[in-house]
């Protein structure tokens, strides 16, 4: 369960929130309403896709990401330069753990340098600090 000072935390690198269930949540209900889900989805389907082990779960996740953000018009489709979704396009056919890191790796980018510091400006996030800070104070001060 998070603490204040983890709520807080969170504020130090978009690592802290994309590693904790609850800023997770939040940051991903502050993407959707600037309508860019699609990246962190994007990031946490490539974290989980590195870690797949069969070769065959490999082929179907790699087609999966592909298809859901990487190809035209693909429904969560993801802003990555023309590169980057190149050579993704090219080696998909046979694809390797580290097929997606180049485009994950701008993702990342993207979200720390752009959607990050307008989550922490968010009223969700200040909503969340609120939440934090009224359950602790009641804990020490159960009088109030």
């Not at 209900?29 to 990246?39: A, C, M, P, V």
């Not at 996740?61 to 990555?80: C, G, L, T, V």
């Amino acid at each position: 369960r998070s603490n204040a000072g983890e709520t807080m935390a969170w504020s130090e690198s978009v690592d802290t929130v994309l590693s904790n269930k609850e800023g997770l949540a939040a940051f991903r209900t502050f993407l959707k309403s600037e309508f860019s889900e699609e990246n962190v989805e994007f990031w946490l389907a490539c974290e989980d896709f590195k870690k797949t082990k069969s070769s065959t779960k490999i082929a179907l996740k790699a087609q999966k990401i592909y298809s859901d953000f990487i190809q035209a018009d693909a429904p969560k489709e993801i802003n990555i330069d023309f590169h980057t979704k190149n050579d993704i396009s090219q080696n998909i056919s046979e694809p390797t753990l580290s097929c997606f890191d180049a485009a994950q790796s701008s993702i990342y980018c993207l979200m720390a340098k752009d959607s990050f510091p307008r989550f922490l400006r968010s009223e969700v996030y200040k909503e969340l600090v609120k939440k934090y800070q009224d359950r602790n104070q009641k804990r020490w001060l159960p009088f109030l």
